[in-house]
């Protein structure tokens, strides 16, 4: 905002949030659990659960699972890209 003063500027500037974060009352981490636990048979890997009390170090165990379910979908959806369209995919 200081450059635009310097200059003469009159346009508005709106200053927006980058990152919102929300808090839950009661976590749902068991439900999360479930979920996870689900896709993760589905898709036949290994089970990961947290256990019936959930607490704050299970985080990471969601953060491990999360992006392990996201690079098998991920993977999952180029095979069958590759195999009913001919896609190529470059590697990551």
Known sequence: MENLQKHNCSEEVLIIPVEIQYHYATPP???????????????GLPIQKIG??????????????????????ISHMEGLYHNHYNCHFPDA
């Open 29 to 43: 981490c068991l439900k999360l659990d479930l979920l996870l636990s689900q896709m993760e048979v589905d898709y």
């Open 52 to 73: 019936k009390y959930p607490s704050e170090k299970h985080n990471n165990i969601f953060y491990q699972r999360l992006p392990r379910l996201g690079k098998y979908l």
